[in-house]
């Protein structure tokens, strides 16, 4: 099973980008789905999670900038990313967790830099 992030790329300070995770149709919606990133020389930390009641959350440092979103048609899960900083830039993770394991997609580069 492999979840298949995209949208990763380069952006100037206050643009924007989505990042879609595609993900097998047996486990898409399964329990919690959600985004991660690890910074340069940091641990990886939550950006945004979503539930399987579609409830969200954000990390502190997101709140209002970013919007995550499911499409369960297209088995999708989407991180809209507005009014990008510098400090976001990170490897970005889309993960599922249920309660038999975590799933975790190959990361995808977010820079932000003028």
């Known amino acids: 099973v492999q979840l298949q992030a995209s949208g990763g790329g380069s952006v100037q300070p206050g643009g924007s980008l989505r990042l879609s995770c595609a993900a097998p149709?047996?486990?898409?919606?399964?329990?919690?789905m959600g985004w991660y990133r690890q910074p340069p020389g940091k641990p990886r930390e939550l950006v945004a999670l979503?539930?399987?009641?579609?409830?969200?959350d954000y990390g502190d440092p997101v709140k209002g900038r970013f919007t995550i979103s499911e499409d369960n048609v297209r088995n999708t899960l989407y991180l809209q990313m507005n009014s990008l900083k510098p400090e976001d830039t990170a490897v970005y993770y889309c993960?599922?967790?249920?309660?038999?394991?975590?799933?975790w997609g190959r990361g995808t580069q977010v820079t932000v830099s003028s």
């Open positions: 993960s599922i967790r249920n309660a038999f394991r975590t799933w």
């Open positions: 149709g047996s486990i898409f919606g399964s329990g919690v």
């Open positions: 979503i539930t399987s009641d579609g409830i969200p």
